[in-house]
Antibody, heavy 118, light 107 residues
């Protein structure tokens, strides 16, 4: 059974940092692109970043470039999102998801809430 | 960036009704479109990929169509468990973007 479990969310002050993790199981992690999608409270979905199966390249939405960094550890079947210089507008539930086939997000984690506030 | 415009933003229908949601892309995205269902407090669930392909395990009352810039998503007979918010999402050029969502309620 495919499982994705996020962790690491919490309350952080503006300008602070946080590292999200996503533990993957039940599939061959090294065969899949992975993605982070976020959802601000009461709002819609926003794609944040993708990463290649080997971790060699990641791609970001403009609003997070230079502040958020996506990485993976294939030996640990884990995905990460290092979040620096956080802003109030980064407040959201962050979901990790598996990308399958032709760019479809077919499995999602339960999400982890990041709140940026003083 | 490619903008995705969904309509309506919300709708109310009777159980058994056929409902249709539309999604318009700001430029040609071929058939690079997915549809997701999200229930309150839950992660999104993939229903349709490639504009019209039904994800494994998804009931056949869900369907999608379209190509280029105009797409539609249909529930042929609304069931109680279909009350949710539905999102389209393109996977053309980055950044991938979602429509603003359509909240489906039952009368």
């Amino acid at each position: 059974e495919v499982q994705l479990v996020e962790s690491g969310g919490g309350l952080v002050q503006p300008g602070g940092s946080l590292r999200l993790s996503c533990a993957a199981s039940g599939f061959t992690f090294t065969s899949h692109w992975m993605t982070w999608v976020r959802q601000a409270p009461g709002k819609g979905l926003e794609w944040v970043a993708n990463i290649k199966p080997d971790g060699s390249e990641a791609y970001y939405v403009d609003s997070v470039k230079g502040r958020l960094t996506m990485s993976r550890d294939n030996a640990k079947n884990s995905l990460y999102l290092q979040m620096n210089s956080l802003r109030a507008e980064d407040t959201a539930v962050y979901y990790c998801a598996r990308i399958n086939g032709i760019w479809r997000f077919d499995y999602w984690g339960q999400g982890t809430l990041v709140t940026v506030s003083s | 960036d490619i903008q995705m415009t969904q309509s309506p933003s919300s709708l109310s229908a009777s159980l058994g009704d056929r409902i249709t949601i539309t999604c318009q892309a700001s430029q040609d995205i071929r058939n690079y479109l997915n549809w997701y269902q999200q229930k309150p407090g839950k992660a999104p669930k993939l229903l349709i990929y490639g504009a019209s392909s039904l994800e494994t395990g998804v009931p056949s009352r869900f369907s999608g169509s379209g190509s280029g810039t105009d797409f539609s998503f249909t529930i042929s007979s609304l069931q109680p468990e279909d009350v949710a918010t539905y999102y389209c999402q393109h996977y053309g050029d980055l950044p991938w973007t979602f429509g603003q969502g359509t909240k489906v309620e039952s009368k």
